[in-house]
T-cell receptor, first 111, second 118 residues
Framework: DQQVKQNSPSLSVQEGRISILNCDYT??????FLWYKKYPAEGPTFLIS?????DKNEDGRFTVFLNKSAKHLSLHIVPSQPGDSAVYFC??????????FGTGTSLTVIP | DAGVTQSPTHLIKTRGQHVTLRCSPI?????VSWYQQVLGQGPQFIFQ???????GRGNFPDRFSARQFPNYSSELNVNALLLGDSALYLC?????????????????FGEGSRLTVL
């Protein structure tokens, strides 16, 4: 069962514009969410997180929004840069370090 | 500081064989988790070890096993390989054994071991 879902497999954005990556989840027990970024031939790297007690967390060009009632979160990248081109995974831990990952969204930022 | 290191980076096996994948966590990290990433999918949780004890197991058959050593490094073993076991196997370490907001919850991943089963 896919408890974390990313319904957009790919996204293309012009450099300088906003990238919005979406994620939905089904398990109301999730209380912490993370975004990971993955380049080819590398492992995922942590990007930004948000706890369920907040609805927004910002770190430089990256902002994550959480809508608990809709069980939806989104990652905003402003402005988008070519180096942001990667696969982005939404993830949530449940017990211990058992993280549930979405299927990923491949972002391409066009120069 | 060295990150999470995994070996081998690539390997090819045939059906029915056995494979052992190795992982060294970041110094000071006591928790190691293993994930399988099939092409086009997100990482799927296999195991978590913390302080040498299994703390979690995903929905994988008994052909998959793991262990953690006193130095916190870990091995993932897969027996009787099937074609469907072809995947990128990711090891992740973290400071603590619990996720969530209390203990950071971040996982630090290695580059993975790419297993191809023919």
């Amino acid at each position: 069962d896919q408890q974390v879902k990313q319904n957009s497999p790919s996204l293309s954005v012009q450099e300088g514009r906003i990238s919005i990556l979406n994620c939905d989840y089904t398990n109301s027990m999730f209380d912490y969410f993370l975004w990971y970024k993955k380049y080819p031939a590398e492992g995922p790297t942590f990007l930004i997180s948000i706890s369920s007690i907040k609805d927004k967390n910002e770190d430089g060009r990256f902002t994550v929004f959480l809508n608990k009632s809709a069980k939806h979160l989104s990652l905003h990248i402003v402005p988008s840069q070519p180096g942001d081109s990667a696969v982005y995974f939404c993830a949530a831990p449940l017990t211990g370090n058992q993280f549930y990952f979405g299927t990923g969204t491949s972002l391409t930022v066009i120069p | 500081d060295a990150g999470v290191t995994q070996s081998p980076t690539h390997l090819i096996k045939t059906r029915g064989q056995h494979v052992t994948l190795r992982c060294s966590p970041i110094s000071g990290h006591k928790s190691v988790s293993w994930y399988q990433q099939v092409l086009g999918q997100g990482p799927q949780f296999i195991f978590q070890y913390y302080e040498k004890e299994e703390r979690g197991r995903g929905n994988f058959p008994d052909r998959f096993s793991a262990r953690q050593f006193p130095n916190y490094s870990s091995e993932l073993n897969v027996n009787a390989l099937l074609l469907g076991d072809s995947a990128l196997y990711l090891c992740a370490s973290s400071v603590s054994g619990t996720g969530g907001i209390i203990n950071t919850g971040e996982l630090f991943f290695g580059e993975g071991s790419r297993l191809t089963v023919l």
